[in-house]
């Protein structure tokens, strides 16, 4: 039997163009599947790093809603749980904050406050020692002007001080404090 070329392989190529046609449809199939699948798998991935880009950046408010994987969807749990601890720990710190520098601006009055007695005090303190100084002038003045000796005696007739004068020199210098007189001049 013999069959002419072109009727044997005119079935051929058209099994050949259908083949090729099938192909590139079942390749543009496979391709916008596989764009599908990316983005759909991607999508929460990608919302999660958003997520966290914006936590980083200090927005605490951030809850993660995400339609995937059961895996995704528990990420996502364990994202807004984190951010919610996040926001807590963060208000914790921030009450904190506010009671140390209340305590600091009531010890600071505190502190000043009492810097300001000190100062009072430092300034009586100093009037009543200027007081003193001229005192103490005016007595060493008058012991230096008198002729006579200064003798101060406990209750129990013991001496607490002896001054002697420039005119009563005569006298032996004995030490006399904390003796009685009949120790130090006979009967």
Same mark, same amino acid.
């Given at each position: ?8 392989? /005119?079935?051929?190529? &058209? ?6 046609? #099938? ?16 983005? %759909? ?15 980083? $950046?200090?927005?605490? *408010? ?13 990420? +996502?749990?364990?994202? *807004? ?11 914790? #710190?921030?009450?904190?904050? $506010?009671?140390?520098?209340? %305590?600091? /601006?009531?010890? &600071?009055? /505190?502190?000043?406050? !009492? ?14 020692? +200027?007081?003193? !100084?001229?005192? $103490? &002038?005016?007595? %060493? #003045?008058?012991? +230096? ?9 406990? +209750?129990?007739?013991?001496?607490? !001080?002896?001054?002697? &004068? ?6 032996? *210098? ?12 006979? $009967?």
């Amino acid at each position: 039997v013999v069959v002419p070329e072109s009727d044997f392989m /005119e079935q051929i190529n &058209t099994n050949t163009r259908t083949t090729i046609l #099938l192909c590139l449809g079942a390749f543009a199939l496979a391709t916008l599947l596989g764009i599908y699948t990316a983005r %759909r798998i991607s999508h929460p991935i990608l919302s999660l790093a958003s997520a966290a880009k914006s936590i980083s $950046e200090g927005d605490l *408010n951030q809850t993660v809603q995400v339609n995937g994987t059961k895996e995704l969807n528990f990420l +996502a749990q364990v994202f *807004n749980q984190m951010t919610s601890q996040l926001r807590e720990s963060w208000s914790e #710190l921030e009450r904190t904050n $506010e009671e140390l520098e209340s %305590r600091v /601006e009531q010890r &600071t009055t /505190e502190i000043a406050d !009492k810097n300001i007695q000190l100062q009072q005090e430092i300034q009586e303190r100093q009037k009543v020692e +200027a007081a003193l !100084k001229t005192s $103490e &002038t005016e007595l %060493r #003045l008058m012991f +230096a002007a008198m002729t006579d000796i200064v003798v101060v005696f406990d +209750a129990q007739g013991r001496y607490l !001080k002896y001054i002697q &004068t420039q005119s009563s020199s005569d006298q032996p *210098n004995v030490d006399r404090v904390g003796k009685t007189v009949f120790e130090i001049l006979p $009967e």
